[in-house]
């Protein structure tokens, strides 16, 4: 039976695990505290604690065949190496496949520009500097120890309860402008069909931009979301009198476009929703 570890089971790596799981595969998710574990056990899923600090023990992937690795690095580097590399690195021969999911942010700012995965890798904030040591250290240990591992840069994330849709229903819609800003956006449901096109079909040590076919300034997508809400958009505010969170702002600082070409010709992955307008009506329709 195929078995798939979860470092962090989260919004992304559960729909992956719902989907495998349906099919069969048996499914183990981290956590870092014993509430997280029993919420994921009530999903269905097998539980362990992770919480970064303390040793790993090996024995929990015996018999584990792929691994996902979704946990975002910290100021001290990557909290699944921290503890599991060892660990990762005396099953290598029993794992067939590694995925670890970064970020478009290692790209960093383009001025709107293109970027595919051959483009120089420059990120510009301190989140993105941490993902591209992360994605170094995982792929050590595929040139080093013959790991499976492969990376996956996903772009901004939209899905069931993570959309434009929502900030309507709670009040939060901002149409924010900012000339010549671009974002790449992919569907949850899409991420999870990139990972399984993967395990499909293996390439070590590879990297893929998870990306939709239109980047787009984000007060277009708030605009679109406003249509299908049957409501007016919010008014357009320049992005200098925005009042952002740090956080916020951060997203802002970075304008680029994402090729998604390799996803398609390598992984043979035909987009779910290849622009936000498919992913948004397939969500409005689901509050309905």
Not at 9 to 14: E, F, N, S
Not at 161 to 186: E, M, Y
Request: with cysteine; hydrophobic share 40%.
């Amino acid at each position: 039976m195929s078995h798939l570890f979860c470092f962090g089971l989260g919004y992304c790596a559960a729909v992956l695990a719902r989907r495998l799981k349906a099919k069969g595969w048996r499914i183990t998710g981290s956590a870092r505290t014993s509430e997280a574990a029993a919420a994921l056990r009530q999903d269905g899923f097998e539980t362990v604690l992770v919480d970064g600090k303390a040793p790993f023990d090996a024995g929990l992937i015996d018999g584990v065949t792929h691994v996902l690795a979704s946990a975002p690095p910290d100021e001290d580097g990557d909290p699944v190496l921290r503890v599991a590399a060892p660990a990762l690195i005396a099953h290598a021969g029993a794992i067939d496949w590694l995925g670890y999911l970064s970020t478009t942010g290692v790209y960093g700012d383009r001025g709107g520009g293109w970027v595919d995965e051959d483009s120089p890798l420059k990120p510009s904030t301190t989140r993105g500097a941490r993902r591209l040591a992360a994605e170094r250290e995982w792929l050590a240990l595929w040139h080093e120890h013959g790991l499976p591992v492969h990376l996956f840069r996903l772009a901004g994330i939209y899905g069931p309860g993570r959309n434009q849709l929502c900030s309507f229903l709670d009040g939060g819609a901002r149409r924010i402008a900012k000339p010549g800003q671009v974002f790449s956006r992919i569907h949850v449901d899409d991420i999870a069909g990139v990972l399984e096109a993967s395990i499909a079909r293996l390439h070590p040590g590879r990297a893929y931009n998870v990306c939709d076919d239109e980047p787009a300034p984000p007060q277009e997508v708030i605009a679109y979301a406003a249509r299908l809400m049957g409501r007016e958009p919010p008014p357009e505010i320049a992005f200098e009198e925005a009042d952002l969170s740090p956080m916020a702002k951060s997203f802002y600082a970075e304008s680029k476009r994402v090729s998604n070409a390799r996803i398609k010709g390598e992984l043979g992955y035909t987009l779910r929703y290849p622009t936000y307008r498919e992913g948004l009506k397939a969500l409005v329709a689901e509050l309905r």
